[in-house]
């Protein structure tokens, strides 16, 4: 666990995952506490072998489902990042994501408005969020460059 990051209880856990109108279950709550204890942007695969190191009883599909619940509820974010597994993210407050073409690394970027789209541009659609993904190499693979 980083030491810098103060874990949430249990109970805070639990009180986040039925925020979102799910039913509590181990899995999810698994899942849930690793993102909240880990502040990384992990693949489902990642998630699904730290779940696993502390309780062997999770399939991948129930680790995967239990991501694919989380997701739709609102509780966990997925960062898709093009040509490699996607990455889930359980910081929900506004911000924006680096994904380093080189190593697949996606690290946060602070949030600023971004400006809206005119209606016109719309069409018939309709905007749930926006975000900004900027991609390019992390600090770790601009200096391995060099």
């Not at 639990?14 to 942007?41: C, D, K, N, S």
């Not at 016109?120 to 659609?125: A, D, E, F, Y």
């Amino acid at each position: 666990m980083n030491p810098t990051h103060q874990p949430p209880s249990r109970e805070a856990i639990e009180q986040f995952i039925e925020a979102g109108g799910l039913r509590l279950t181990p899995q999810r709550y698994a899942v849930m506490a690793f993102l909240m204890e880990e502040p990384v942007h992990a693949t489902a695969e990642e998630i699904f072998e730290a779940v696993n190191r502390v309780d062997p009883r999770s399939s991948r599909a129930t680790i995967y489902n239990s991501l694919h619940a989380l997701v739709k509820a609102g509780r966990v974010r997925e960062v898709a990042v093009e040509g490699r597994a996607a990455r889930f993210d359980a910081k929900l407050d506004p911000h924006h994501h680096f994904i380093c073409d080189q190593c697949g690394n996606v690290e946060d970027i602070p949030w600023y408005h971004l400006p809206q789209p005119e209606p016109h541009m719309l069409g018939s659609r309709r905007l749930r969020e926006s975000e900004l993904i900027l991609r390019g190499l992390c600090t770790r693979c601009t200096e391995s460059t060099y």
